[in-house]
C-alpha cells in the first residue's frame, strides 16, 4: 500500500470519527500532494510524498517556534498538533548510532576527504535519511565528519 493510499484511509478515518482538525491535516497533506502532481504533470511516489510530508512538518516546527518567540503559544500548540499529526506519516526516526553509521557509510561509499565533497556525501544520504532525521542536522554532523 502507497503512502497516498495511506493517507486517503486516514483521512476516510478522520471523516468517520468526526476528528475534525485530523481531517483537517490529512487533507492538507493530500491537497499539497495533488498540487504537486498537477504542477509537474507526474504521478508522485513514496519518496516525493515522504519529502512533502517532511517539508510541511519542518514548516510547522519553524512557524511554532516563531509564534513561542511572539508570545503567542495558543498559535504555537496549533501548529505542533499539526506536526504530531504529520509524525503518524513519517518513518521511525534514526538514532544518533543509526545517523552516524549511515554517514560514515556515505563518506566511504563516495571516498570523501575534505569538505569539499560534502554535496556528495549529502546527495547519498538524502534519500537514506528523508524523513527520519533532519536535514539541518545531518549536514552539521558529515561537516564534523569531513573536518
Do not use: Y
Not at 560514515?104 to 532525521?133: C, D, Y
Amino acid at each position: 500500500m502507497s503512502l497516498k493510499d495511506t493517507l486517503t484511509d486516514a483521512m476516510k478515518d478522520a471523516m468517520r470519527s468526526k476528528d475534525k482538525f485530523r481531517l483537517g491535516v490529512i487533507r492538507m497533506v493530500l491537497a499539497d500532494i495533488k498540487r504537486v502532481e498537477v504542477d509537474e504533470r507526474i504521478d508522485v511516489d513514496d519518496a516525493r510524498c515522504l519529502a512533502i510530508i517532511d517539508k510541511m512538518a519542518k514548516q510547522r516546527r519553524d512557524a511554532a517556534e516563531q509564534f513561542i518567540q511572539g508570545d503567542r503559544q495558543d498559535l504555537a500548540d496549533v501548529e505542533l498538533a499539526e506536526v504530531d499529526i504529520l509524525k503518524d506519516f513519517l518513518p521511525e526516526p534514526l538514532s544518533e548510532a543509526e545517523l552516524n553509521t549511515l554517514i560514515e557509510s556515505a563518506i566511504a561509499e563516495t571516498g570523501a576527504t575534505g569538505p569539499q565533497q560534502m554535496g556528495q556525501v549529502m546527495g547519498v544520504l538524502k534519500p537514506k535519511v528523508q524523513g527520519r532525521a533532519e536535514m539541518q542536522t545531518v549536514s552539521q554532523r558529515v561537516k564534523q565528519h569531513l573536518s
